[in-house]
């Protein structure tokens, strides 16, 4: 099971951060959380990785139409874009929700359909950052 689309863009990790941030607003998501692991983990476990930022995208019109029609889904939102250096590549990875939610419910018709909608507009914004 695949449960992220995958991409690698010639931007350094600031500038991957942005591009993807930008490229999200234009399939109506907004970030609501930015989480720094690398800073994370040297300033709690002193141990150093290279560049790892998760961030939490949230399209408000998919999140309400899945939480209307199963609360519990509140707990695979946001949907998670990761940006992170692998060598001297920058590599940009969007969660499929759909993989997530067949791996947390009975298969709702209705949620199989948002998650199939946010899967798509994730999966736009990042092949935008490749052409």
Known sequence: ?????????DLDHQQAIDAVT??????????LTTIDIKGALAAKLGE?????????????????????ASPEVGLLLPCNVTVRRVGDRTVVQAVDPASLLSMAT???ADLGDVAA????????????LTS
Not at 22 to 31: K, N, P, R, S
């Open 1 to 9: 099971m695949q449960i992220a689309h995958t991409i690698e863009v």
């Open 22 to 31: 930008a490229a999200l607003g234009e399939q109506g998501f907004g970030v």
């Open 48 to 68: 150093q990785i290279d560049d790892y930022t998760i961030l939490g995208a949230c399209n408000p019109q998919l999140a309400h139409a899945a939480i209307s």
């Open 106 to 108: 009975d298969g709702e």
């Open 117 to 128: 909608d946010a899967g798509k507009r994730l999966r736009a914004a990042l092949d935008t």
